[in-house]
Structure formats: structure tokens, C-alpha cells
């Protein structure tokens, strides 16, 4: 073995309690920041995954990102005068032109669209008043731009085109009703039209807001329900590549005018409380690292202080600052692998733990067990961190012990 | 004794160590002169002390000779060669290879066997192999009566044992140069003794250059040479 190493590991087993201390320490925090960051990545990845999957990837809404200039703004634009308690132009709510719109989009390459009516509506079943969001929809078009179909867990979702009347709810919403497939309820909107409905499905999409108050319809009965004859006011769109939603929604808004979101910026406060919530996990987790790292950096300015006859004697026997001090990073990286390996271990067993555990959690999504994400990265952002931090916190000291005049400490144990 | 190259060799006549006008000051705001002026021609193969009162300098001269410090004013000579321009490396080297250092305290490292200490310089030096280094150490040991000793750790041994086994590390890679530090300063009569011998023994049987520095004049006596030190400066260069 090399002399170097000899004496790093020596020392380290002079000091063993500390020593595994210090490994432990270093374990601790790289278990962690596997599991952890398996379970942060697993979670937000199986939440976009659901939102990708359960909503459209595009939005187009009727409405304006600003609100529209009115006409006496637009026959005085720069007036001296200010008109205060002029009457809004009252606009019909609902995409114009919508059939050019959507036939436009559809030539669009690698885009499905499909239109819809979305309005508030009450259900009535049993007594129970319950609010919720009707969405009239093109079955045909519909099954392209969401993986409903899918995610019917009773019923059938082609069953919307042959029965007269026919709905599917929300999972959610048919418990919050106590309704099931089959039944009848009495729907009514704001319009003042009420119409009996019956249940021909139950859908399930893992996004509770969509689950808990989404119930969907053909779009004439819906346009009909809603008093909305031949109007659309959304239309949803899927992309063949996800990751170009957001441009292709600026283009489209730009295009026509009307407010057009992609997912990121309909979940974006959600996305962004994923973000602040990752920035607090991960600073906890490196905390612990860094913990670890004193407790490296202690041991080895214990050494050091300890051993700094053996340094001296060792400079007199024609080592090197350089070598004496490779010799206390030596130690500090050896802690650094034993808590690395070991740390492996721990997180993968705490990451198979963690998955394991069955519940039932109802957030943004729901989840019967902890999504987790393993990717090897993970343990090598682990290694080189705890690895990074151990050289470091060992560097300092032994740095300090290089730079020891041996003359001084023979001075001294003399 | 250990026949060795040096043992061998014909006697140079070259100084092993030359000093020339050396000083050494400490720097502070009150600053300490340690050595001063000190011009010293020190042989190949002789056997020398340094001798003086406590706080005379006697030490500081010998680590400013063995290059473990270096001089504020003048230079040292080693075989002719002057060290003032040498990089730590380079000292390094030299203390590894051509000096050989005995302190007060043994200063062995207590983790390993006493084989494993007198096998550290030339582990460091690596110019032999494993089997070759333990042969030497063993060979070494025995010549200084500490044979049975090597499997043990230095806190099984006696203070004479321990200072012995110094003496076989500062004698590992065969240097030309040994260097003491008040060697019997921890040590009984028997002891020191013992120690002195084996430093006659290098000098005068395997033509090693010792410098000892003790403040027992019996014990300087016994030497080829005795230097005198006081106030850091030389008295009696012998």
C-alpha cells in the first residue's frame, strides 16, 4: 500500500468512533438526497404527466390577455378629455369565426383541436345541489385532445353519441352526488333551462380538479342547455411535441387574438410551488451534506492538531508539504467513498421503502402510493457533492497542517 | 554494525557541512536572534557535539545544518553544494536521501510496529522493494540489539528501546549525515551511553558525519569534536 495511504488510514482507525461518525454523517445526507430527489423528480414528473395526459396541452378561451379597447377610446385615442362612466360595449361571449378558427388550426401540422362549450351548470340527484362545470364536446374530436376515453372507469364514453341526453361525470363529482352510471339527474344552467340527464359514464383522470367538478356532454346539448345555440368558447388543442406548447400558444394568440394558454401557464402556479418546494427540500438535504462536511472538517482538524508530531517527524524524514497534506485529504476523501457507498445503499433502500407505502392523498393529483423517479444521476450528484464537500472540509486542515514548521513543534515536544 | 555503501567508500575529505556567516532571526516585533555569525567547517566522517547552556542556540544551529530551518544571513553547505537557492522539494529530497535526524522525543508514530517505522523513509524513498526494505529494517534492528522488538508498537518499548529505534529510522536510507538533538535528553546513563556508542560507532566504522547536540560535557567529550556554543554565537569550534 502506499505510504500516503497507510498512514491516512491508520489514523482513521485510531479514531474509529469518530470516524464512523463522520461516515455515517456522510451516509446520511446522500441517502436522503437520493431518496428525496427520487421522490421530489417522481412526484412532479407524475403530476405533469397527469396534466399532460388529462387536459389539453393548448387552450384557446374567449377571452382577451387585455382587455379590448372601447369604442370611445378608440374614436378619442389621446382625447384632452377625460369620458368617465362611458358604458362598456357589451361583447357575446364566445370564439367569432369560430368554424375558420378551428379549420385554420386543423391544417395546422401536428396539432389536434377540438371544440367545446364550458359552462356552470347545478345537478340535482337525491336532493343534493351540487355546482359544476359542463363541457359540451365533439366526441370524435374530443378523443384526440384528452385520453378520456382512457380513463373511463365505468360506462362508455361512445355511449354520450346514442343516448339522448347522455353525461358522463367526474368521478369526484358522481360521489359528491351520490350518482353512478345509470342514473338520472336534473341539470340546470343559468339560463334558466333545466334538462333530466342521464349518467352513461364515470371518468377518472387523476387530476382532482378536474375529477371533483367536470362533467362532459355532447356540445349541441350543451349549446342547448346553456342557451348558447352554434357557440364554442373554448378549443382545445393537443401537440404532438410537448415541449413546443408554449411558442405555438403565443403564435396562435397572436394569430387570433383571443387569450390562448398552454399547459405550463395554466398550472403555472403550481408548477412554481413544485419549484419553491424543491428549492426548500434540496436546501434541507444539503444541509445535511453539509453538516456531514464539519463533521469531516472536525475530525480531520482533530488529526491534524494530534498528529502534528507525526507531521513534523514526517517533514524531517523528507516528506513534502504537499504529500503531508495529500495525506489528511486522503482521510477526508476515504470518509467521503465509505459515506458515499454506504449512502447508496441507504437511499435506494429508503427510496424502495418510501415507494412501498400505500395511501391515499388527494392534492392536485391523486396518488395511492409516492411516485418516485430513479434516475443514476441522482447518485452521482450525490457522490460528487458529499465526495466535493469531505475534500474540502479536509483541505482546510490539512492544508494548515502542511504549512507546520517542524522546528517549531519539535521546539515544542522537547 | 550495518556494513554499508558509505562504509566502504574512501574517506572524503571535502566538509560534509559548511556554514558561512550564518544567522537566524526570528521576526516580531521584538526580534530574536537565535544563531549568529556562525562559520563552521563540520567533516566527512567525523563525529562532532555541540555543546552549551540552555537557550544558547545549540538546536537552532542544528536544524539550520540540517536544513529542517533556514538562515537569515549566510548559507549552508552541504558536500560543497549550497542550499540557500533550493525550493522545499529539493530540501526535502535532501533530508530524505543524505540526512539522517535523531530528536529529544523519539517522535515515532505510535499507530504503526517498530518495523513499520524504520521502514518509513525508505518507503517514502521507494528505491527498494517491499521485501528488500524489511530485510534492511530487520538487519538494522538487530544491529542496534532491538531484533526481538520489530512486531511491537513504541509504547511496548523502554525509552532507550524507543530512542534506538529512532536511530535505525534516521539510519534507514543509509544518509551520509546524521543529525541529533539532545538524543539522551529522555535517556538514563545506561542509555545515552549506549546512544554515543552507536554514534562513534557510524562515524568512525561506516564514515557517517554525526553532529550531536546534547548539553552533557561527559557525553561531548567522548566526541571527535566539540563545538561550544553561547548567546548563539561560537565559542569553541574544537
Redesign the interface.
Known amino acids: 500500500m502506499m ?1 500516503g495511504a ?2 491516512a488510514l ?2 482513521l ?2 479514531r474509529l468512533r469518530q470516524t464512523t461518525v463522520s461516515v455515517l454523517g456522510v451516509a446520511t445526507g446522500v441517502g436522503f438526497f437520493i431518496a428525496i430527489a427520487a421522490l421530489m423528480e417522481g412526484s412532479q414528473r407524475d403530476f405533469v404527466e397527469k396534466i399532460i395526459d388529462a387536459t389539453p396541452h393548448i387552450v384557446m378561451k374567449d377571452e382577451y390577455r387585455d382587455p379590448p379597447r372601447q369604442p370611445v377610446e378608440r374614436a378619442y385615442s389621446g382625447g384632452a378629455v377625460d369620458l368617465r362612466g362611458v358604458r362598456p360595449e357589451e361583447e357575446l361571449r364566445g370564439l367569432r369565426a369560430a368554424k375558420r378558427i378551428l379549420g385554420e388550426l386543423r391544417a395546422r401540422p401536428g396539432l389536434f383541436v377540438a371544440p367545446i362549450l364550458r359552462g356552470q351548470v347545478v345537478m340535482r340527484h337525491g336532493g343534493k345541489d351540487v355546482a359544476a362545470s359542463l363541457i359540451g364536446i365533439e366526441p370524435e374530436a374530443e378523443r384526440h385532445v384528452s385520453t378520456i376515453e382512457e380513463d373511463m372507469r365505468g360506462g362508455d364514453f361512445d355511449l354520450l353519441r346514442t343516448t339522448a341526453n347522455g353525461v358522463i361525470l367526474g368521478s369526484g363529482l358522481a360521489d359528491r352526488l351520490g350518482a353512478a352510471e345509470g342514473d338520472t339527474l336534473s341539470v340546470s344552467s343559468s339560463a334558466g333551462i333545466a334538462i333530466r340527464m342521464k349518467i352513461v359514464g364515470v371518468f377518472h383522470t387523476g387530476v382532482v380538479g378536474i375529477d371533483q367538478s367536470e362533467a362532459m356532454t355532447l356540445l349541441k346539448k350543451a349549446q342547448v342547455l346553456l342557451g348558447r345555440p352554434n357557440v364554442i368558447n373554448r378549443i382545445r388543442m393537443k401537440l404532438a411535441d410537448i415541449d413546443v406548447a408554449r411558442a405555438e400558444a403565443a403564435a396562435i394568440e397572436a394569430r387570433y387574438g383571443y387569450r390562448t394558454e398552454s399547459w405550463e401557464e395554466a398550472n403555472e402556479s403550481i408548477l412554481e410551488v413544485l419549484f419553491i418546494r424543491n428549492v426548500i427540500i434540496y436546501t434541507v438535504v444539503g444541509a445535511i451534506l453539509i453538516v456531514a462536511a464539519f463533521g469531516i472538517f472536525n475530525i480531520i482538524s482533530t488529526v491534524t492538531f494530534e498528529k502534528s ?2 507531521i ?10 504537499a504529500e503531508v497534506r495529500s495525506i489528511f485529504v486522503l482521510e477526508g476523501l476515504i470518509v467521503g467513498l465509505a459515506g458515499t457507498v454506504l449512502g447508496w445503499a441507504f437511499g435506494y433502500g429508503l427510496s424502495r421503502v418510501l415507494g412501498s407505502i400505500k395511501f391515499e392523498v388527494q392534492s392536485f393529483t391523486d396518488m395511492t402510493r409516492l411516485p418516485l423517479y430513479e434516475w443514476p444521476g441522482f447518485y452521482a450528484i450525490a457522490a460528487a457533492f458529499a465526495i466535493g464537500s469531505a475534500v474540502l472540509a479536509a483541505w482546510i486542515p490539512a492544508s494548515r497542517a502542511a504549512r507546520l ?3 517549531d513543534i ?2 515544542g ?2 | 554494525m550495518i556494513e554499508t555503501a558509505a562504509a566502504k567508500a574512501p574517506a572524503i575529505e571535502a566538509p560534509a557541512i559548511e556554514a558561512r556567516g550564518v544567522g537566524r532571526t526570528l521576526p516580531g516585533p521584538v526580534p530574536v536572534t537565535l544563531v549568529r555569525d556562525v562559520d563552521l567547517t563540520i567533516a566527512t566522517g567525523s563525529f562532532c557535539t555541540i555543546i552549551g547552556p540552555s537557550g544558547s542556540g545549540k ?1 537552532s544551529l542544528l ?1 539550520l545544518l ?1 536544513l ?2 533556514r538562515p537569515t544571513e549566510g548559507e549552508i553547505l552541504l558536500d560543497g553544494t549550497a542550499t540557500g537557492d533550493l525550493d ?2 529539493d530540501l ?6 543524505k540526512l539522517g ?1 535523531v ?3 523519539h ?1 515515532l ?1 505510535p ?2 510496529t517498530v518495523l513499520g517505522n524504520v521502514m ?2 525508505m ?3 521507494a528505491r527498494i522493494d517491499e521485501e528488500a526494505r524489511h530485510a534492511r529494517a530487520a538487519e538494522l534492528l538487530a544491529s542496534l540489539g532491538l531484533e526481538s522488538e520489530g512486531a511491537k508498537r513504541p509504547d511496548q518499548l523502554s525509552g532507550g528501546q524507543r530512542q534506538r529505534v529512532a536511530v535505525a ?1 534516521a539510519l534507514a536510507n543509509d544518509p551520509a549525515i546524521v543529525l541529533a ?2 538524543p539522551t ?1 529522555n535517556l538514563d546513563t545506561h542509555n545515552a551511553d549506549i546512544v554515543f556508542e552507536i554514534f562513534a560507532a557510524l562515524a568512525h566504522e561506516e564514515g557517517k558525519t554525526v553532529v550531536a547536540v546534547t548539553h552533557n560535557a561527559e557525553l561531548a567529550a567522548r566526541a571527535d569534536r566539540r563545538i561550544e556554543i553561547v548567546d548563539g554565537r561560537i565559542t569553541d569550534s574544537g
Open positions: 505510504l497507510d498512514i491508520t489514523h482507525r485510531g508530531r507525526d513534523a517527524i514526517l517533514k524531517s524524514l523528507g516528506f513534502r508539504a514548521n517542524p522546528v519539535i521546539r515536544a522537547a | 538546536s536544524y540540517g529542517l530551518d522545499e522539494g526535502a529530497r535532501i533530508r530524505l536521501t535526524f530528536f529529544q522525543f517522535f508514530l499507530e504503526f518509513i523513509p518507503r517514502r524513498l529510522r538533538d539532545e535528553g
